[in-house]
């Protein structure tokens, strides 16, 4: 069993994938090639906004969005302590300070509420992480980001495909990043990522850092970075688009299936201590990690592991637990991403993941429970 399968995914789309690439061998022009402004052109479509710009990584995205945006040295950005390096790290990169607000214990996602409180004469931005795949509460952030005159960058890494209130996410904000990281809902055969934006400016200077700061050759008009994504990266990802639709529709119904199966499981003693992610309903999640929390996670996923079934956790330290991010925000602050770090546990997740191979999941993620419970191991759940 394959934690993300990639396999079964070329194997489906081997014609157009393999074509694809040929063709961008047998033009050459790897950089900058045809396939980067036509793939461009489809997400910028399927995103609703006017502008997509496509990058070397979803870290380049983040990092080209700050900068597009004029974030300094001395200036606080607002973002989640829980999740994957590269948020808090392009910001610090700048000489910027990331100000760490706490998640909502139940969709993990950054606490809207929380955020006022959080932002000072220097706050020059927010930036909320849509973890696991579904988006944060984008429309009481950027109330809060309106009434104080700061822009917005959603973290849509994970969730390139998910709706909230029926709009994409990645257009919901000021500007919209995502990763084609390959096991990413929709992801490439290395790194790549891409900016979504309405804004002119914002999607001239992205376009201009990305290429060393250049609005014409060798006429450098900003600092900038080689953050372009490769030609034959795009044509992967504009391969895989034949079928995207197909493979979110299968995401969104095996994420509704899992919660299903594993819903009996949450109804047990506490002991068990089994939770599972909120979907909030005017939003959907695209599962980029099917994630749930568990008691003594080491001897879950121990046991897993002899089942033969492979997981991962998405993430067990938060930022501000991090050596290098520890000066940002005092350890026993963000309770919430201290408690769920403690607590998720991804399960294999992938478009092509069969009935036989979910069903033997949430087999032998019970039976571990059960081990658990007979054990008396399992402390009561929070």
Known sequence: MQFTDLKAQYTALKPQIDAGIQAVLDHGQYIMGPEVKALETRLAARTGVKHCVTVASGTEALLIALMALGIKAGDEVITSPFTFAATGE????????????????????????????????RTRAIMPVSLYGQVADMDA??????????????DAAQSYGATYQGKASGGLSTIGCTSFFPSKPL?????????????????????????HGQSARYTH??????????????AVVLAKLERFDWELARRREIG?????????????????GLGLITVRPDRDSVWGQYTVFVPQRDKVQAALQAAGVPTAVHYPKPLHHQAAYAEFCCPDCCPNS???????????????????????????????????????????AP
């Open 90 to 121: 392009v910001i610090a990169l700048l000489g910027a300070r990331p100000v760490f607000v706490d998640i909502e214990p139940d969709t993990c996602n950054l606490d809207a509420t929380l955020i006022e409180a959080a932002i000072t004469p």
């Open 141 to 154: 952030i950027n109330t809060v980001a309106a009434r104080h005159g700061l822009p917005v960058i959603e």
């Open 187 to 211: 992801g490439c055969y290395g790194d790549g990522g891409a900016l979504f934006t309405d804004d002119d400016a914002l999607a001239q200077a992205a376009r201009e850092i990305r290429v």
């Open 221 to 234: 008009t900003r600092i900038g970075v080689g953050g372009r994504m490769d030609t034959l990266q795009c």
């Open 256 to 272: 509704a299936r899992y919660h299903r199966l594993l819903a009996p499981l949450t109804a047990l003693p506490n002991e068990r």
């Open 338 to 380: 201290i408690a769920a770090a403690a607590r998720v546990m991804s399960l294999p997740m992938s478009a092509d993941l069969s009935e036989e191979d979910q069903d033997a999941v949430v087999a032998a993620l019970a039976a571990a429970l059960d081990a658990l419970a007979r054990d008396g191991a399992a402390p009561a």
